[in-house]
């Protein structure tokens, strides 16, 4: 899915990311990149200038500049922003408090009405409702069939009054037959045209008007690109849309109508098709598709892990202790405090740029039970150990040991741990301060 999008945008944000500093003119030469993979991947023209103004405008903004890590934060820019552009949560469908609910489905021909009519039902009584598919597409008797035969392979009541009565008679009886037969949401497949016009726009203001659907969904093929997004803008317009449902995501759609609908008709996407069989149905989440795009995983919660733990000014005064190197037991004891809360330190660290390859990191983990340990051997320390460690010897090991219940052994594993982090850390500050161009990765 969005192959070409996601490359173009992952191989200029890999280009950032590892960089220790980011300067405007990085992150212009970036967005220049990022405006033309999105047009190429047909994304509405002032859908991309938009974003790529909110991007810009938020990643030279000072915080991010001068923040640890700037080349990550920009990609974080990116990816909010795009969950952003797609409706940022994911949208669910309205269901009246008062069954039957009534869905209907509209669209254009061949978009994947009737399919996603069945898929709805499956995807729904697998949440517990009680769906009843109706039939109101009358004008290809092949139209009734195909409903039929799905209804039946999943073993879904359809509702269906053959070809001869109008769609609005067809609703309004599919929602006398589901009060009567317990049918709690109503999904109405409804004829399509090749185009727009005022005929299938006047059929579906009627059968609205008649059944007062609780949620008008719009089925556009993704594969259409920008078309799919005026269609959605059209229908919108004439006859009001509660969402989209975004159909062949499972093809290679280039990305354009998932990442315009929103921002160009105000309506969110609900659900996805990605593929024909009527299991390939997912609801709508910018989030993950955002992930995608930009092949980030899990690496994106993580840095917000570390946002939310690792406070930006803390390390700033952590560096400037490195630089100086001047990094004590206190400081130690409170990076191990800072790791635990965030969780694996390689995975973590391996966001930091230039640290990723550092293998001493593993020895640098502890359990529940060791940091125990740590706190204990460290508070059993006087101020003065803790402040200089060099001043470390066997009769003070002992005294510590005893103090907080560890070995002599366990003490001078910790002493090594320290050693090894402060050399970590102290390569990281050097690394941080050769500047730009010349940062890690860079
Ligand atoms: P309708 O005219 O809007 O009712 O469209 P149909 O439901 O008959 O679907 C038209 C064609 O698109 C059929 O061959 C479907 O199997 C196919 N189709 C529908 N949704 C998807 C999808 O999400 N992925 C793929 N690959 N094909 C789909
Ligand atoms: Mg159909």
């Keep these: 899915m969005f192959e070409g999008l996601a490359e173009k945008l992952q191989n200029t944000l890999k280009k950032l990311r590892g960089k220790g500093k980011v300067t405007e003119a990085d992150v212009a030469e970036a967005m220049r990149e990022v405006r033309m993979a999105l047009l190429a991947a047909d994304v509405n023209l002032k859908v991309v200038k938009d974003f790529v103004a909110r991007v810009k405008e938020r990643a030279i903004g000072q915080d991010v500049l001068e923040s640890l890590t700037p080349g990550q934060q920009v990609v974080k820019v990116v990816h909010d922003e795009l969950i952003q552009l797609m409706g940022g949560t994911t949208s669910k469908l309205n269901m009246s408090s008062k069954p039957p609910t009534v869905v209907m ?11 996603t009519v069945a898929k709805l039902g499956l995807y729904l009584r697998k949440q517990g409702r009680r769906p009843l598919l109706v ?13 039929q ?4 392979q999943l073993d879904l009541p359809v509702f269906s009054m053959g070809t001869g009565v109008s769609p609005v008679d067809i609703a309004r009886g599919a929602t006398e037959y589901a009060v009567a037969q317990g049918r709690d949401v109503i999904l109405l497949d409804t004829a399509g045209r090749l185009h727009i016009n005022e005929e299938l726009m006047d059929e579906l203001k ?4 008649t059944v007062k659907p609780h949620e008008i969904m719009l089925v556009v093929d993704a594969m259409t690109g920008q078309d799919a997004v005026n269609v959605a803008d059209s229908f919108h317009k004439q006859l009001g849309l509660d969402g989209v449902v975004l159909t062949k995501l499972d093809g290679d759609a280039r990305g354009g109508a998932a990442l315009s609908v929103k921002a160009v008709t105000g309506c969110p996407i609900k659900f996805a098709g990605m593929g024909e069989k009527p299991d390939a149905l997912e609801p709508f989440h910018p989030d993950r598709l955002a992930s995608r795009i930009l092949g980030m995983g899990d690496v994106l919660s993580l840095i917000e892990k570390a946002q939310s733990t690792f406070d930006a000014k803390m390390a700033k005064e952590m560096e400037q202790k490195l630089r100086k190197s001047d990094f004590n037991f206190e400081d130690f004891l409170f990076q191990v405090q800072q790791m635990q809360k965030m969780g694996p330190l ?19 983990q502890f359990d529940e039970k060791e940091i125990k340990h740590v706190e204990a051997i460290i508070l059993s ?4 150990e803790r402040q200089n460690p060099q001043i470390l010897k066997d009769s003070r090991k ?5 103090g907080s219940g560890t070995s002599v052994q366990q003490v001078n594993n910790l002493i090594k741990t320290y050693e090894q982090t402060r050399k970590m850390f102290k390569q990281f500050a050097d690394m941080r301060g050769k500047g730009p161009g010349k940062g890690p990765g860079g």
């Design 398 to 402: 002992r005294r510590i040991a005893k």
């Design 206 to 209: 009627s059968i609205k008007s």
């Design 149 to 152: 035969v799905l209804g039946n």
């Design 105 to 115: 489905l509209v669209g254009l021909q061949g978009a994947g009405k009737t399919t």
């Design 346 to 364: 390689d995975q973590l660290v391996g966001m930091l740029p230039g640290m990723g390859k550092m293998k001493a990191l593993k020895d640098v």
């Design 135 to 147: 039939a109101c597409d009358v004008y290809r008797p092949a139209a009734v069939k195909q409903l």
């Design 381 to 384: 320390m006087t101020p003065e």
